[in-house]
């Protein structure tokens, strides 16, 4: 394990951490469903990095990482798509019904599905 | 050496702060469909920092699925929402409606700061044991023998997950269209989106038939090969080349449920003729596995494609 | 080195209670709509076969079932465990989801139109990816596989909220989801703090691992809020009355009765099984304080409903209250064994009368709202005269809620009841004497609708078969049963605990 490789699983790690506080404060505080389904994404990325960070300084065997975390986020990764692709189908059914796309009370009176 | 070395972290530094400048740019930008495009760099940027950390393999999908289909999932949402939908109310100017909750998250950010500083020294690992037990698996790959093998119910579960989350989308259909099509295609096809549509889908699956050849011993696998292949079939769906194919075809589903039920079968057969379920015999494990992969690559190619595509909104004909 | 688990006869039956409803939500997407509900009545007939097995082999070898997948250890591979607790889960489990297909079944025969159509045939696959999610939660060792179950949960349960289409529980789904979402993420992320911290996954080696740094206490911070928010613990259940309310009947039922009841096992199994004992009296305080506020705020906004189901929803969230409290009775944390307390005994008692009093008092709703078009409970006078199995089966199940004998809801109570008093826990005590008073209070209120005398009769919409009415009713009558079952088989759980590995390693 390289000081080198040390010091980049850090760095990675602690931008992991900065992106879990951004992407959570984009899904508590903003009004716009949109903008906070992209904050889960946001989220998720610095969940994954935090995994990409033990991974890296689980290095050996002349791998450059632990590959059991590796998995783990390429896992995490598809269901977080998953989730995406639900919620978004939600979002847009809610809107055609509702003509809204936030939790408050509908601003527009309702439109026909096209 | 020690050029090289301050070089390439000055290079991470950079990364992460593109990253956390993106990322801040999404949070606090008023114009929804910059907030997107930022996010979509955003996960360009991120595939560099899984190279950066020597994982090929995440690098991969996070470019794939990360930045581009969820990319283009967001923008036909944005579209659709500006459609149907009132614009949504600006973010609140006044700070006790936000100092509070970044507070909060503030304090997240610095408790993890705090763990992944403090993590133990030397790092625990279980690479030593995934490759001593490779050799078992007949792979080359230790990621995909974590994936296909080690922790084979994880994937194989999580294929369920992304079934599951197919028929929660087509639930969401009316009544009358349900079974039938999505419409994908845009009232105005782009030119260039027809061009690349005839010219590309030939590469596409060349590359995803590399990917799940190579997956096995070198980086990539059947999730990336899937994503680009599900990225090809949106591509000539969008191009008006052909119709989304309605979601009751027997067809279709078979393509779907036959990666994940070809892996039950396996895992049972492991119960049967090797050490249980989920064991592959060591003698045919490796093309057991290939077999698994090719599989999985076009159910995973038809789930991800299908859930960009939506619910079905056009009747099934009879 | 000897393996960290070792397979034991019958562990198989573990792989078959997850891999039997995903494997028959696989041939539900390939075989159709046409063929959907019969592979669903032949998967449950199966779950339950297994279920029953699986119980028969605990009590027969009298120690845990463990099974390794693929015969790769942990911690590079993953085990399966079920002790008495897990075998239980298992058991109510498939007992509900029986009721629950069958009685969808009945549901969906009434109009033969769309019996087969988008709602059925979702439904009917859904349930599934519900069902081995459950099982998984309940036996898997590995927090990253519990992970991806949890997922299949969530996956599972949202779409089931929206079924009907409308505006109102679109809304209500995509806040589910976001909670679930947020909730999955808070426990992935403590996941990956643990994995770096001590290099494995597996519940029993992580707790096996002498030191613990300041990792597993952010870990624990993180996946115990994360799954408090799934499990609709006040404050984080704002999310869950207007969709348990929104959800078709049978959904409502599985998801009221079992669903959040996957959370609340997990993070049993982090403060009971990981947590090192000073975080695990802390985090046992903290879950009681707001399980009891769960209670007392809950079941006011119970009484305050106008409509049947939201009542019964709330009822629920103040019902998991009860769960949470056990902690600090059953001495979680101070060095003892708090599987061999009564108060252990009496939350196990809780969390399965309320999953068969639950699940009955929603299809009732259900059957209400079917046959007068609507669930206002003020408009319901007099249902009990044109519903009297149904307004039956309400009382019945209210009365294991209420915890008035006989009941199994009562005994699970009485004991609670009794560790508080023993542990001079009084604020315990008068927290759930007052929810008990409560629950009288909503359940009353809907009993004298049910037996009063309304100015012009009610008229059903269309005919209720006898059998859809039945189904509620049995499960009913169990969860009253359950008080007069003599305690021993509650001895059932202290089967695999504690785990003998983890005394000496």
Known sequence: ?114 | MSLFWSISLLFDIALVAGLIALALHVVVTRDGRGAILAFIAFGLLLGIGWARLASVDVALTEAAIGGGLTGMLLLRAHAHLARHAAPPPPVAPEPRRWLVPAIACGLVTLALTAVVLAFPQPAPSLAHQAVASLETTGLGNPVTAVLLAYRAIDTLLEKIVLILALVGVWSLSRDAAWGGASQLQPAVVPEPLVFLARVLPPFGVLIAVYEVWVGADLPGGTFQAGTILAAMALLVMLAGLRPAPPTQARALRVMLAGGPALFVLVGFLGVAVAQGFLSYPEAIAKPLIVGIEAALTLSIAGTLALLVAGPPDRAPEP | MTPTYAATSGGLLLVLAVMLPAAAALAMLVLGPRHTRRVALIALALGLVVALATGLQLVRSGTALIYVIGNWQPPLGIALRADGLSVMMLAVTAVVMAATGLFARELFGLDLATSDGRLATSFWILLMGLWSGLNLVFVSQDLFNLYVALELLTFAAVPLVCLDGRGETMAAALRYLMFALLGSMFYLLGAGLLYGAYGTLDIRLIASAGQHGPAMAIALALMIPGLLAKAALFPLHLWLPPAHAGAPAAASAVLSALVIKAPVFLILRLVVDIAPPGAAAVAGQVLAVLGAASILFCSVMALRQERLKLMIAYSTVAQIGYLFIVFPLAGVGDGTAPWGTIAWTGGALQLTSHALAKAAMFMAAGIVAEAIGHDRIRDLGGFGRVLPLTATTFGLAGLSLMGIPPSGGFIAKCLLLTAAAIGGHLWLALTILAGGLLAGGYVFRVMDRALATPAQPLLLRKPIPLRLELIPLVLAVLAVGLGFLPLAPFGLLQIGRPDIALVSP
């Open chain 1, 1 to 114: 394990m390289s000081a080198m490789a040390l010091t980049s699983a850090s760095l990675f790690g602690l931008c992991g951490a900065a992106l879990v506080g951004i992407g959570l404060f984009c899904i508590v505080s903003h009004p716009d469903l949109l903008r906070r389904i992209i904050g889960f994404n946001i989220l998720g990325a610095g969940i994954f990095l935090v995994f990409g960070a033990v991974a890296r300084r689980g290095a050996a065997m002349e791998l450059g990482g632990d590959p059991v975390p590796q998995a783990m986020v390429i896992t995490g990764i598809v269901v977080a798509f998953a989730a995406t692709a639900l919620a978004i189908a939600l979002l847009r059914r809610l809107a055609s019904l509702t003509g809204s796309a936030t939790f408050e009370a509908p601003a527009a009176p309702p439109r026909s599905e096209p």
